[in-house]
């Protein structure tokens, strides 16, 4: 997954939620698509935190922090 843009990642996880709540997939793939859904939740999740991160330093270089 660490060659899947942020943006990519988040339009498959709208995709995973979308069917999750379609109710009309099996119990099986539901478990699938669920832990799918968790793994690119975290990926997403990391990608913010380092881009706030960068902001931060950025915006501490600029002031002179």
Known sequence: ?????????MEELEEVVKKL??????LDESIKLY???LD???????KLQEAEK???KING???GE
């Open 21 to 26: 709540e379609s109710g009309v997939i099996n």
């Open 61 to 63: 270089e600029k002031t």
């Open 1 to 9: 997954m660490s060659d899947m843009t942020f943006e990519k990642a």
């Open 40 to 46: 690119l939740y975290g990926y997403c999740y990391e």
């Open 54 to 56: 960068l902001v931060v």
């Open 35 to 37: 832990q799918r859904g």
